[in-house]
């Protein structure tokens, strides 16, 4: 027989118990790789600019008082997310572990909602309510009415609160620039994300390393974010892209207002 011709040490009761005992391994590993996990993967998104048009339409529409005319570029900056009801596999996963332009996530924390529809109802829920917090915060800064000035903001099927910031600093820079006669962006192509209150208080909103990736793939020279992230900006900074730390509306106006003069601009 053939297995008389084999070495011993491949015919002893000891490798043929280990090559059972390998056998439910091999078959767990190879289920592993083909059933769906509870993870959502994301990517670098889009970016729009807020002081441009998003999609075919104008981002903002500003009505009841004077407005400038903008140079340069505020960019709302997103991830992309694989769908609620996707469901990756193990070798989808361990491919996006390894990827720095891409992360793995508990698909609960990216949607609470296991509700494809309802998932999608809430992120653009969410995105109204940032929009009005937006709005309220940058004429609260600029001491104007929302009763004498409307603001419509079309930012298409983008939804989620992180946002806020730059659409803020998108109302100023079209009504006021940065307070001195010029433009709050100097020119640059500035893009950003964070949640903003009515009273302008900038919050964390998580995805750090791939939104900037995202801005920088858009052009981007600068990058305003929540003080308290930081560490996350650092993690796989992309060349060329400047982070400016903020807790506030007024942080920002001021960061872009030294960057644009030549003075101390805070940094991660």
């Known amino acids: ?37 509870p993870f959502t993967l994301e990517s670098p998104g889009d970016t729009a600019d807020t002081l441009g048009a998003y999609d075919g339409a104008q981002v903002l529409t500003i009505t009841g008082t004077p407005l400038r005319q903008t140079s340069g570029q505020l960019r709302v900056v997103t991830v992309n997310a694989t769908p609620p009801q996707q469901r990756n596999s193990l070798w989808d996963s361990l491919a996006a572990w ?43 800064y600029l001491h104007l009415s929302p009763e004498q000035v409307e603001v419509q903001i079309d930012l298409g099927q983008i939804g989620g609160p992180s946002g806020g910031q730059m659409l803020a600093l998108g109302i100023i820079d079209k009504i006021a620039g940065d307070g001195r006669g010029g433009e709050l962006t100097g020119g640059r192509n500035v893009a950003g994300t964070g949640t903003i209150d009515a009273d302008g208080q900038v919050g964390q909103v998580g995805g750090i390393p791939l939104k900037t990736q995202a801005a920088r793939r858009a052009g981007a020279t600068v990058f305003l ?29 001021a960061a872009l207002q030294a960057l644009n003069g030549g003075g101390a601009v805070p940094h991660c």
């Open 1 to 37: 027989m053939a297995s008389q011709n084999l070495p011993p040490v491949l015919t002893s009761p000891r490798t043929r118990a280990l090559g059972l005992c390998a056998l439910p391994v091999l078959a767990l590993f190879a289920v592993a790789a083909f059933v769906p996990l």
């Open 98 to 140: 390894g990827d720095p332009k891409r992360a793995v996530v508990p698909t609960e924390e990216v949607f609470p909602q296991s509700d494809p529809e309802k998932a999608d109802q809430v992120t653009l829920e969410q995105m109204t309510q940032s929009q009005d917090s937006a709005t309220l915060a940058a004429l609260n």
């Open 225 to 253: 974010l929540p003080r308290s992230e930081c560490a996350q900006g650092k993690v796989n900074t992309p060349d060329g892209l400047q982070l400016i730390p903020v807790d506030t509306l007024a942080d920002s106006v």
